[in-house]
Structures are given as structure tokens and as C-alpha cells.
């Protein structure tokens, strides 16, 4: 195999044999490839697709890149959802306790920021001391002593996908349904789970902008995921503008804790329940998402979900005291404030780009060495619908290195469309679900 032929066929949108993609990956993931000849090609997947053959072949290339867990001798369903991803999106840490404080095994292989967007691994990191490296040995302890482990790729699961990961992220070839379905898939697929909640975001914060790319992306991932033996739903949920209050790691996870607790801000928690009733049914522990939806709010008003969340910090080493007490998390030492610059209303939210402010900040990489600060972020005051008067504030950058505050600020002030007229129409939190 010459890389040079396969990334020219790809360019000359051709297509590549099952043979082909497996012998990519593994050259790739075993070291042998070097990350300019992988761009190239993961760059020509992004412009010229591949076909569902290609699809199935490289998320099985990327799958079998590392061993496929097996927990059928753990009792009950195991069950596990992952988001395409967005701004604010803290959900994981909320729905993962909630689900196994209600008896459904969550086995967690998550990922990190990606582009603008944020990842489950940089938030559980803000924790001072959580470990996402477990051993398989310890993920399995884990999750066999309270019903939930969250982890990252490791050498061992789906390796393939951690390297290319890391090189979509600051090559700007993220934006692919193919390698979306082979990434979120791959992970997946490997870690012994029954049942896969798909949140796929859409809007101006996602990856998919418009909403029918982003149901022809839930139908890929469903058809993926049920070809290989599992029950597989789709949430189509809306990214027009970031979930929740915050954007930014350690504030995220705070966020996520104050809706453990029973507060936190109205769409997030709407939205966990929806995913966590859906996970619950797939989990065949309830008979409908509606009982599931119930059972959900009643384990975080018990406070079962919160107590959960810190048995999982405690097993992974983290400090659970930022449990009771998230002003324990990093925070930055400075603050900015965006205001309005007229009256009316917020009409809309070019929402990426608060995503992008956020990694200006030090929230995310733009490079793969670039190390996180999990202190920064964005605060929001106001959302699509909200009156505004001038001057008022829209959103507040917290900071620490002010090298490119300027930079952020500008994407933010840009980000906000404020109209003199109520918009009509607010964006539904959740568009469609698709495999149901
Ligand atoms: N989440 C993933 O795990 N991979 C992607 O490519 C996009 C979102």
C-alpha cells in the first residue's frame, strides 16, 4: 500500500477497499504514517465523503484498533450516550449518575474537546485529581462497584480513534459525517454496551449546521449501530445557542453539579431528563421515556443522582469536597463583561463562535500539544427570546492569560444578533428522534 495512491483516489473521489481502510488505520495507529500523509487524507474524506461500504469499513478498522470489552457477566443492561457535540454541553456528567443511581450500567468512553466544542474528559479533568486513564482492570471495577465508570480512549480501547481524534481537531476535519459515525461508533461499539443514546446537536453550534444533515448524520450513526447488534436512538437536539449557562470546563462542571442538586438552568435540565428517560427505557427499566423521564427527576429531587456523582469521583480519585462545594474547581482570577449594544431582543446566536471565544480563552486546543485551563469560560446571561436593554450584560469571559482576551471578546460581542422585535419562534430543545 503507497498512502500517496490512497489519499490521490480519495482526493480523485474514488473509493477504498475494506483491505485498504484496515491497513490506513493500523499503519496509522501503529506509528507507521506520519500525521501530514493522515491529514491529507482525512482532509479529501471531508470534501469528497465515502460511501456506506467505506463508512462500515472504518469503523470497523477503528474499532478492532484495540480489544472490544465484553460485560454480558455484569447483571442488567448496559446502556451509554454520547453527543456529536456542542457549546455547554455538560450532560454526560449529569445523566451518567442519574442513570446508574436508577440501576442501568453506564459504561463512559468519552472524548475531549473537539473544534469549538467541549468534551466530557476536559470537564471530569477540572476535577482536581479525577483520573480518566483508568486500567480496563480498574474501568471494570468501577463500574461493577457503582454502575457508572467514566473513562477516554486508552491504548487498549479503540486507539485509532484517540490519535485521529486529536489530529481532526486542529486540522479542520472534524466537519465529516463518515468520520463523526467511525469516531462516536468506534468508541461505542467497544464498550460492551446493549443500548446507545445519540444526542445529535444541530444549529449554529454544531458540526451538522442545518437540521436535515444533521438527520441524515442520526440515521448513519443508527444504521451503524444496529448492523452490529445494537438498539440505537437518535435525539436531534438544537445547538442555535449554548446549553445551560456556561461554556468552559470547571465552570461546566459546577453547572452540572447545581443540576445534580435539583437547580441549574431550565433547558439543561430538560434536556438530561429527555436523555436519561430515554436511557432508562432502552434500558429496559421502565416501560415508557415518560416513566423514565419521572424516574430521572425523582432520583436527583432524593438526591440519589448527586450521591452517585460522588461515589464516581471518589472511585476515580477526584476530590469529591467539590461535590459539596464546586467553588472548590479551578477558577480564573479575572472577569470581562459583554454588553448589549442596543435594546431589543436576542434574535439568535452565532453559537460556534462563543465556542471558538472559549478556546481563545484557554478552554480548548487549537493545537495538539495545547494544554487545557480549566478555569476559563463564558458565563450567559441571555438567551434566543430574552429582552435586552443597552448596556445590559450578555455575557461575561471569565479569563486568566489576557494575551488574546481581545480576540475573545470580539467573537462574542459578533456572536449575539439583537433585534428590535420579539423573535417568533424559539428553537425546540428537541427537533426529532430518529431508530425510535
Ligand atoms: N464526538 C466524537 O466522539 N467524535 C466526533 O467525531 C464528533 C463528536
Redesign the pocket.
Known amino acids: 500500500m503507497r498512502v500517496v495512491d490512497l489519499i490521490r483516489r480519495k482526493r480523485d473521489s474514488g473509493e477504498l477497499t475494506r483491505e485498504e481502510i484496515e491497513q490506513l488505520i493500523a499503519a496509522y495507529t501503529g506509528g507507521d504514517i506520519p500525521d501530514y500523509q493522515m491529514s491529507a487524507w482525512l482532509m479529501a474524506v471531508v470534501l469528497r465523503g465515502m460511501s456506506r461500504a467505506e463508512i462500515a469499513a472504518l469503523t470497523g478498522a477503528m474499532l478492532h484498533s484495540g480489544r472490544v470489552l465484553d460485560f454480558s457477566d455484569l447483571p442488567g443492561r448496559k446502556v451509554d450516550k ?4 456542542g457549546v455547554g454541553d455538560k450532560t454526560s456528567l449529569v445523566i451518567a449518575p442519574v442513570v446508574a443511581a436508577g440501576g442501568v450500567k453506564v459504561p463512559m468512553i ?2 475531549r474537546g ?1 473544534g469549538h ?1 467541549g468534551g466530557t474528559l476536559d470537564k471530569l479533568e477540572s476535577i482536581p485529581g479525577f483520573n480518566v486513564n483508568l486500567s480496563l482492570a480498574n474501568f471494570r471495577r468501577v463500574l461493577e462497584t457503582c454502575g457508572c465508570a467514566l473513562i477516554g480512549q486508552t491504548a487498549e480501547i479503540a486507539p485509532a ?1 484517540k490519535k485521529i ?1 486529536a489530529l ?1 481537531d486542529v486540522t479542520g476535519t ?1 466537519e465529516s459525517p463518515a ?2 459515525c467511525a ?2 461508533m468506534s ?1 461505542k461499539l467497544a464498550e460492551g454496551i446493549d443500548a446507545l443514546v445519540l444526542d445529535v446537536k444541530t444549529g449554529s453550534g454544531a ?1 451538522m449546521k442545518k437540521v436535515e444533515d444533521a438527520a441524515s448524520l442520526a440515521e448513519l450513526l443508527v444504521e451503524t449501530g444496529n448492523r452490529m447488534g445494537k438498539n440505537v436512538v437518535a435525539l436531534l437536539t438544537d445547538m442555535n445557542q449554548p446549553l445551560g449557562r456556561t461554556a468552559g470546563n470547571a465552570m461546566e462542571a459546577a453547572e452540572a453539579i447545581e443540576a445534580l442538586s435539583g437547580g441549574g438552568p431550565a433547558d439543561l435540565r430538560e434536556l438530561c431528563l429527555e436523555l436519561a428517560g430515554w436511557m432508562f427505557y432502552l434500558g429496559e427499566r421502565v416501560k415508557t421515556v415518560d416513566e423514565g423521564k419521572k424516574l430521572s427527576a425523582e432520583l436527583i429531587a432524593s438526591g440519589h443522582a448527586r450521591e452517585k456523582f460522588r461515589e464516581i469521583v471518589r472511585l476515580q480519585g477526584g476530590d469529591v469536597g467539590v461535590v459539596d462545594d464546586p467553588r472548590r474547581l479551578p477558577r480564573a482570577r479575572q472577569t470581562l463583561g459583554v454588553t448589549s449594544p442596543a435594546d431589543g431582543y436576542v434574535a439568535g446566536t452565532q453559537c460556534e463562535q462563543l465556542g471558538v471565544a472559549c478556546v481563545v480563552l484557554g478552554g480548548g486546543r487549537e493545537k495538539k500539544e495545547d494544554t487545557i485551563d480549566p478555569a476559563v469560560g463564558l458565563e450567559f446571561h441571555k438567551r434566543i427570546g430574552d429582552a435586552v436593554q443597552r448596556g445590559e450584560p450578555l455575557c461575561t469571559l471569565h479569563y486568566n492569560a489576557g494575551g488574546r482576551l481581545d480576540e475573545a471578546r470580539r467573537l462574542v460581542e459578533t456572536a449575539y444578533r439583537i433585534e428590535p422585535e420579539e423573535p417568533k419562534a424559539i428553537p425546540p430543545l428537541v427537533h426529532r428522534v430518529i431508530g425510535a
Open positions: 454520547h453527543s456529536t457535540g468519552s472524548g473537539l466544542t480513534d481524534y481532526r472534524v468520520l463523526i469516531s462516536i468508541k458540526f
